[in-house]
């Protein structure tokens, strides 16, 4: 059933530079969620979104931000990048309260 | 705050035993339970839940795990282990009585089928 896909693949950035994560949802799906999953880690919650609204935050900072669209689309933006911020980005979304989430392959963001 | 403990790194099977990888769970409220797995450089694919009812899940690909609530485990089984089912494994919990708290998952177990 997963169709969610996102945007881009990999990307190779500097530090401080900005960069833009894209995700399509699954059709029907109104919650999306993002998460960071370091090289060796469990996948981490940074943020989730319900019908346009922020509504979870985990423990990153404000540099971590994002926006769901009407159409369920949503975008994960990290400012001024961190060597630490490398890892795989991954986007999930759910249908329902009690519906396994459905991921996305992730964007592995490497930061030079 | 919910939080999940997979206790094992590495598990090692030989192809045709029966497998497990153990998962223990920690949360306020009514636990909504998960299994994922991951295969290299890929997203995690949905395996099984538990929500409500019988305590014995079946899921994709022959895995089958059991809600404990007094032991508050989640342990993931298979029959017999296939030399494709090796990846990483991740237990999940969310609080079922909360509709906007996220899924929190175990730090992985990665699952080696020895043929």
Do not use: M
């Not at chain 1, 919650?45 to 971590?64: A, D, H, M, W």
């Not at chain 2, 995690?44 to 994709?60: A, E, H, R």
């Not at chain 2, 030399?83 to 080696?112: E, I, Q």
């Amino acid at each position: 059933e997963t169709g969610v896909t996102q945007s881009p693949t990999h990307l190779i950035k500097t530090r401080g530079q900005q960069v833009t994560l894209r995700c399509s949802s699954q059709s029907g799906h109104n919650t999306v969620s993002w998460y960071q999953q370091a090289l060796g880690q469990g996948p981490q919650f940074i943020f989730q979104y319900y019908r346009e609204e922020e509504n979870g935050r985990g423990n990153f900072p404000p540099r971590f931000s994002g926006l769901q669209f009407p159409n369920y689309s949503s975008e994960l933006n990290v400012n001024a990048l961190e060597l630490d911020d490398s890892a795989l980005y991954l986007c999930a979304s759910r249908r329902d309260r009690a519906g396994e989430l459905f991921f996305g392959e992730g964007s592995r963001l490497t930061v030079l | 705050a919910q939080s999940v403990a997979q206790p094992e790194d590495q598990v090692n099977v030989a192809e045709g035993n029966p497998l497990t990888v153990k998962c223990t769970y920690s949360v306020s409220g009514n636990p909504y339970l998960f299994w994922y797995v991951q295969y290299p450089n890929r997203g995690l694919q949905f395996l099984l839940k538990y929500i409500t009812g019988d305590n014995l899940v079946k899921g994709s690909y022959g895995f089958e795990a059991e809600f404990n609530k007094s032991q508050t485990s989640f342990h993931l089984k298979k029959p017999s282990a296939l030399v494709s089912d090796s990846a990483l494994y991740f237990c999940a919990v969310r609080d079922g009585n909360s509709g906007n708290t996220p899924l929190v998952f175990g730090k992985g177990t990665r699952l080696s089928v020895i043929a």
